[in-house]
């Protein structure tokens, strides 16, 4: 994410709970995430929608799955630059 004033993005973590003590559904909420992020970041936008839709189906209120599609939404309508480096801008605090 590239915050306000930032001309470098800022990863931001989930964390999860303590090693040995995540849910299972947790788990496999993470292992469906990371290739929809990873499609998110190449712009395959079907194939992030489809992951994120399928973290949806795992945890039904999961923010960020839900984050991510509507900024899919947002990026089908107006595609980022040619340089575009996967974060997302911020325009206001």
């Known amino acids: 994410m590239l915050v306000v004033g930032k001309s470098e993005p800022e990863r931001i973590f989930e964390l999860l709970g303590r090693k040995g ?3 299972t559904d947790r788990l496999q909420l993470r292992d469906a995430f990371v290739p929809a992020l990873i499609a998110y970041r190449g712009q395959q ?12 189906s795992i ?34 605090k």
Do not use: Y
């Open 21 to 23: 003590e995540v849910a």
């Open 45 to 56: 936008w079907e194939a992030a929608a489809s992951g994120f839709r399928e973290c949806l």
């Open 59 to 92: 945890i039904p209120d999961d923010p960020p799955s839900k984050i991510f599609l509507e900024r899919i939404g947002h990026f089908r309508a107006q595609p980022p630059a040619g340089d575009w480096n996967g974060a997302w801008s911020l325009t206001m």
